[in-house]
């Protein structure tokens, strides 16, 4: 079998889950791993039996071998490495956020168009098992038709770890952008239509400090049905992660952290239901980037969905400014790929 070579550009926590992941696939390989620190570079290499390392993205980027990177850097920085990835003819999994503003995603974008690689969002919360059986349920119809959701993301935010740059807005930190978009995608992605406007409270409650801690957002959608996304980092209190969907003939509740379940309401009664669950959201996440790659199609979460959530983000930001409902721009076209590979609906989005 031939394997997907593939190089990770930045060394930090995320990505011990990404090699993690990888070690657990038979088709794709790390053939190459890039940090500014020589000890990271030389801990991963040991760890994950990686032959090659760098001290700089650019020296990645010009390894003939590797076909295609993820980008698991500071947020700041998924922009420019994305876009010189995609130069370097490298397919391309930058972590989420997808980056700082709509203008870097529409260069990333025309970035993986214009040298034909793939870009793909990385949204874990889109690769759990338990979201992944809750999308089959409700696009099986058997629930009937789809009235709302709300999802949350409620957790410590643990001040007192926290990196600073997650402490400031500046730098694409703060809970909305770095976990909103968690809740943002999950939300959006069951709700089977693209948002049209946005109204949202955004703040620092709990926390001294230069980004916000806690979001709420009513988003409205194409097909005429709201719903919910809070995404809070509390100083204590206890964790939810639960998202819930309301359909006229059934429930759904499912959540994958701590706990893991997905429940069906039926008859005033909650009821587990079996799924299959991957050995990790990275492995599911990384088959189906391969899987783009081998068949080229387009990732579940690529570029121009990757985008979307993005606007919806920042539409909630303007709207927590202003008080209003910020209306976001017709973006019919994203549902047509620039490269012109058509859009798989394996994960259900359409
Ligand atoms: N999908 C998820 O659930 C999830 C979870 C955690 C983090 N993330 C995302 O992953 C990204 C990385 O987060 P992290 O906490 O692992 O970051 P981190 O700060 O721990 O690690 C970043 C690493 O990149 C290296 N680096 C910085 N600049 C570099 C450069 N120019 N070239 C090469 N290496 C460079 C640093 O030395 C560091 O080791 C963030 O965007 C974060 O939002 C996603």
């Known amino acids: 079998m031939t394997k997907l070579k593939v190089g990770i550009i930045g060394l930090g926590g995320i990505a011990r889950s990404h090699c993690d992941a990888i070690a657990g696939l038979d088709n794709v390989e790390i053939v190459a791993v890039a940090d500014l620190f020589e000890e990271k ?15 700089s993205h650019t020296e990645l980027l010009a390894d003939h071998e590797v ?8 947020h700041q920085l998924h922009h420019r490495l994305t876009i010189d990835a995609c130069r370097a003819g490298k397919h391309v999994l930058v972590e989420k956020p997808m980056a700082l503003s709509l203008e870097q995603c529409d260069e990333m974008i025309e970035a993986a168009a214009t040298n034909q690689v793939k870009l793909m969002v990385g949204y874990t919360q889109h690769y759990y098992g338990t979201s992944l059986k ?5 696009d099986s119809g058997q629930l009937g038709p789809l009235i709302t959701a709300v999802c949350y993301m409620s957790k410590n935010w643990s001040f007192a770890a926290r990196r600073p740059q997650y402490r400031s807005r500046y730098h694409g ?32 409650r709990a926390h001294y400090q230069a980004s916000d801690d806690s979001a709420t957002a009513f988003i409205r ?4 049905l709201a719903g919910v996304a809070v995404a809070v980092g509390y100083a204590d209190g206890a964790p939810n992660y639960e998202c819930q969907v309301i359909c006229a003939n059934g429930t759904l509740r499912f959540s994958q952290h701590g706990s893991k379940y997905i429940q069906l309401g039926k008859g005033d009664t909650w009821e587990d239901v079996p799924f299959a669950d991957p050995p990790t959201e990275m492995h599911n996440e990384w088959k189906a980037f391969a899987e783009s790659i081998e068949q080229n199609i387009e990732p579940p979460t690529h570029g121009e969905y990757g985008r979307h959530i993005m606007e919806i983000i920042f539409a909630a930001e303007r709207s927590a400014i202003t008080g209003n409902e910020v209306m976001l721009q017709d973006s019919h076209a994203w549902l047509h790929q620039k490269s012109g590979v058509p859009v798989t609906t394996r994960h259900g989005w359409i």
Request: hydrophobic fraction near 45%.
């Open 41 to 55: 570079r030389n801990e991963y290499m040991t760890k994950y039996n990686i032959p090659r390392s760098y001290a």
């Open 67 to 74: 076909e295609a990177v993820a980008v698991t850097l500071g």
């Open 134 to 138: 809750a999308k089959e349920i409700l």
């Open 173 to 204: 930190g703060g809970m909305w952008v770095t976990n909103g978009v968690h809740v943002v995608d999950r939300l959006t992605w069951m709700m089977a239509s693209q948002a049209v406007s946005v109204s949202a409270a955004i703040g620092t």
């Open 221 to 224: 959608y194409k097909n005429g």
